[in-house]
């Protein structure tokens, strides 16, 4: 079983940075897997914000295309979401999972751009 743990988020006035870390804890062969960046905002559904293959291929949702990167350390079980020139609209509690939300989710890390 797969454990999710989130961290990075907090309160950041437009236009600041936030770098957020996801740690996968368990038995697995973390390199094998897509790993993507999901977040959900209050009212709205949960989306798919960035992806980083098992290849080395990474995609971003338009909206953070530019603004957001993100980046994995295999030997940490551990992937990365650097989030700069934040908006507001950027406000939202930040995920981690494999692609499709294979395993049980997080409890993700509050993501909060206001000034």
């Known amino acids: 079983q797969v454990q999710l743990v989130e961290s990075g988020g907090g309160l950041v006035q437009p236009g600041g940075s936030l770098r957020l870390s996801c740690a996968a804890r368990?038995?697995?062969?973390?390199?094998?897997?897509?790993m993507g960046w999901y977040r959900q905002a209050p009212g709205k559904q949960r989306e798919l914000v960035a992806t980083?293959?098992?290849?080395?291929?990474?995609t971003y949702v338009d909206s953070v295309k530019g603004r957001f990167t993100i980046s994995r350390d295999n030997a940490k079980n551990t992937v990365y979401l650097q989030m700069n020139s934040l908006k507001p609209e950027d406000t939202a509690v930040y995920y981690c999972?494999?692609?499709?939300?294979?395993?049980?989710w997080g409890q993700g890390t509050q993501v909060t751009v206001s000034s």
């Open positions: 368990g038995s697995i062969t973390f390199s094998r897997y897509t």
């Open positions: 980083f293959t098992n290849v080395g291929i990474t």
């Open positions: 999972n494999a692609a499709g939300g294979l395993w049980r």
